[in-house]
Each structure stands twice: as C-alpha cells, then as structure tokens.
C-alpha cells in the first residue's frame, strides 16, 4: 500500500500569509487528491491534482486561493494563500490504491494550520 | 449536492459492549467505505463494501452495503478502549469523487 508523507505536520500562521503543503508519495500514481477538514467537520474535496495538467477544483475552491502543483507521479504541494483564520483546518493529500480489486483512498496523516 | 446522513453524531459506550452506526443518502453510490481518523492522524480504510446487500468483516468489524445502495452500517463488537476515534462513512461518486459522512465519535470508557 502507498505510503503518504506530508509537511508541515502542523503549523501556526499569521493572517495574511501564504503556507505550501507538500505532499511525497513513495510510489507513483497518476491521481493525488487534496482534502480539507475543518474543526470538528468531515472532509471536503479541494482539488484533483493531475500530473502533467492543470488540478481540478471542487465547487467553491478557486486556484488563486488553493493554488497545487503536480511536477512528478509521487508528490505534489498545495498553497493556503493570503490565509485568513477561516482558514484554519487539517488538510490532507490522499491517493488511490487498490483494495480487493478496486481502488479505495489512503490518506496522509495530514497538516494541521492554524491562523491567527 | 451529495450529501451522507450520519448517525449518531458521538457515542460513549462501555468497554465490551457492542456498537452500530450508519449512513444514509437519497443517491445511490457505487462502493461504500468506512473509515477511522483517531486524533492527529489521517483517516485510516476499514472496510470496504462494493456490492448491494454485501456484508463484510474485519476482525471485530462488520459493514453491509444496503440493497437500495443508499445506506450503510458499521457494527463494532465487544468494545475495547483503542476503539476509539472518529469513524467516518464515505460514498464513491462517479470516477474517484468520495462524499463524506460528518462522523461518529465513539467514546469507550474502562
């Protein structure tokens, strides 16, 4: 199974500021997702982050915002910009991996931000 | 859009005693999965259920995928203390699109 490393493990931010999250897979996958859990919330669905292409975004997610790159098949990095304490939530990165024949999501163990 | 009907909200049980929970939604989804998140950690895959009306077991854990394909339910037997965290119930959309339930605390007390 894949195994998912992120860091900053968990940071505190000031207002205003931009943050990059990285994301190291130690295997390739064509499909890296970004997800966000707000306190106490479930997770959301971010962006889909292609390798070789632009990420896809869910509804209510724009790039300037929530900017990814994808330079390779094991790693990618998603940006919290001009943060804001709205913000402040645990942001994971998962990819695909196969279960009894099909693909099921195995995730990070996540970065926690929080703005001040 | 989608969204996933999770009860109950938060559990707090006596070690040893058995525990269920569910989802339910008015769409229908392809593959239903149950996940565990304990503090600090990301959510960790315990079953997965990809037929209507299938039931599956992982060692003290039992999940069945509904035959309307609209609910799911996750039953823990004889509770012990690492039980718990924040169990979440995740519907697969089209391709790889997961929805998620709000999640269930279960608390275990000794």
């Known amino acids: 199974s894949a195994v998912i490393s992120q860091k900053p493990s968990r940071d505190i931010c000031q207002r205003g500021t931009s943050l990059t999250i990285q994301c190291q897979v130690d295997s390739q996958v064509t499909m890296m997702f970004w997800y966000r859990q707000q306190p106490g919330q479930s997770l959301t669905l971010i962006a889909t982050?292609?390798?070789?292409?632009?990420?896809?975004?869910e509804s209510g997610f724009v790039i300037d915002k929530f900017p990814i790159s994808r330079p390779n098949l094991t790693f990618s990095t998603l940006t919290v910009s001009n943060m804001s304490p709205e913000d402040s939530s645990i942001y994971l990165c998962?990819?695909?991996?196969?279960?009894?024949?099909?693909?099921?999501?195995?995730f990070g163990a996540g970065s926690r931000l929080t703005v001040l | 859009g989608q969204q996933l009907n999770q009860s109950p909200q938060s559990m707090f049980i006596q070690e040893g005693e058995d525990v269920s929970m569910n989802c339910t939604s008015s769409?229908?989804?392809?593959?239903w999965l149950w996940y565990k998140q304990d503090p600090g950690e990301g959510p960790v895959l315990l079953i997965a259920?990809?037929?209507?009306?299938e039931l599956t077991s992982n060692g003290r854990l039992t999940a069945q995928f509904g035959i309307t394909r609209k609910d799911s339910f996750l039953n823990i037997s004889a509770s012990i203390p690492s039980d718990v965290g924040i169990y979440f119930c995740a519907g697969l959309l089209y391709g790889n699109k997961l929805v998620f339930g709000a999640g269930t605390i279960l608390r275990v007390k000794s």
């Open positions: 769409s229908i989804f392809n593959t």
């Open positions: 259920l990809y037929k209507a009306g």
């Open positions: 982050a292609n390798q070789g292409s632009e990420a896809t975004y």
């Open positions: 998962s990819v695909e991996r196969e279960s009894s024949g099909a693909n099921v999501l195995t």
